[in-house]
C-alpha cells in the first residue's frame, strides 16, 4: 500500500512569489492533515480536513495561506505571497479515523526556502 | 502558546543503556499522548501511544509513562541500539479531535 506522497520535495522561491504544494493521503483516509516545522522549533498543526470539508484551520499562520481539497482525494496548500518567515518544512499526514490517539501517517515533507 | 514541551533539544546515550526522553504538557484536556520518531529527509512515524486514563503502556523495547499530576510523560528504550538514534516527538491530542500538538523534538544518538 502507497504511503503519504508529497510534491515537491524542495521548493526555493523568492520572496513574493507563489508556490503550491501537494498531498497525496493513503487511499481511504479521510483525514487529511497539514503541518509545518520551523527548523529546530516543533511540528506546528496549520489545519485539518475530513473529506473535502475544513475541519479545523485554527493553525493557518494568515490568508497568505490557502489550502484545498477538492474531491476529497489529494490536496493542495498555496502560500500566495510568500515571505521570508514561510519557510521551513510542510508535512502532510493522513489518518482513517477522527478519534483522538489515532495514527496519523506522515509524508517526507516539502521543504520549502523563500530567499 | 506552545502547550507540548521537550525542554532537552539532545540526548546522547551509549548502546545497551537507558534512553529517557521527556515531555511536559499545559493542557489537562489532552487525552492521548504519542511519540513519533523521525529520521533525517523523512516524514514521523508513529511509535507508541498512550491514554489519559493508562499509567504506562510498553511495546517491546519501548515504555511511555504518563503522570497526570504532572503533567509530563516519558519514553524509556531499553535496550537502546545505534538504529534508534533519530529525533524524537512527544505528540498529544483530544478525545474526539485528532489533531495533534507536538513539541520541539529531541535529537536522540546512541553511540555504539
Known amino acids: 500500500e502507497a504511503g503519504v506522497t508529497q510534491f515537491p520535495s524542495h521548493s526555493v522561491i523568492e520572496k513574493g512569489q507563489t508556490v503550491t504544494l501537494r498531498c497525496d493521503p493513503i487511499?481511504?483516509?479521510?483525514?487529511l492533515y497539514w503541518y509545518r516545522r520551523v527548523m529546530g522549533k516543533e511540528i506546528k498543526f496549520l489545519l485539518h480536513?475530513?473529506?473535502?470539508?475544513?475541519?479545523?484551520e485554527s493553525g493557518m499562520p494568515n490568508n497568505r495561506f490557502l489550502a484545498e481539497r477538492t474531491g476529497g482525494t489529494y490536496s493542495t496548500l498555496k502560500v500566495q505571497p510568500a515571505e521570508l518567515e514561510d519557510s521551513g518544512v510542510y508535512f502532510c499526514?493522513?489518518?482513517?479515523?477522527?478519534?483522538?490517539?489515532?495514527?496519523?501517517?506522515f509524508g517526507p515533507g516539502t521543504r520549502l526556502t523563500v530567499l | 502558546d506552545q502547550q507540548v514541551k521537550q525542554n532537552s533539544p539532545s540526548l546522547s546515550v551509549q548502546e545497551g543503556r537507558i534512553s529517557i526522553l521527556n515531555c511536559d504538557y499545559t493542557?489537562?484536556?489532552?487525552?492521548?499522548f504519542l511519540w513519533y520518531k523521525k529520521y533525517p529527509a523523512e516524514g514521523p512515524t508513529f511509535l507508541i501511544s498512550?491514554?489519559?486514563?493508562?499509567d504506562k503502556n510498553e511495546d517491546g523495547r519501548f515504555t511511555v509513562f504518563l503522570n497526570k499530576s504532572a503533567k509530563h510523560l516519558s519514553l524509556h528504550i531499553v535496550p537502546s541500539q545505534p538504529g534508534d538514534s533519530a529525533v524524537y516527538f512527544c505528540a498529544a491530542s483530544g478525545i474526539n479531535n485528532n489533531d495533534m500538538r507536538f513539541g520541539a523534538g529531541t535529537r536522540l544518538t546512541v553511540k555504539p
Open positions: 487511499s481511504g483516509h479521510d483525514n
Open positions: 493542557n489537562s484536556m489532552f487525552d492521548y
Open positions: 499526514a493522513s489518518s482513517q479515523g477522527l478519534a483522538g490517539g489515532q495514527e496519523q501517517f
Open positions: 498512550i491514554s489519559s486514563i493508562k
Open positions: 480536513f475530513v473529506k473535502e470539508s475544513k475541519q479545523d
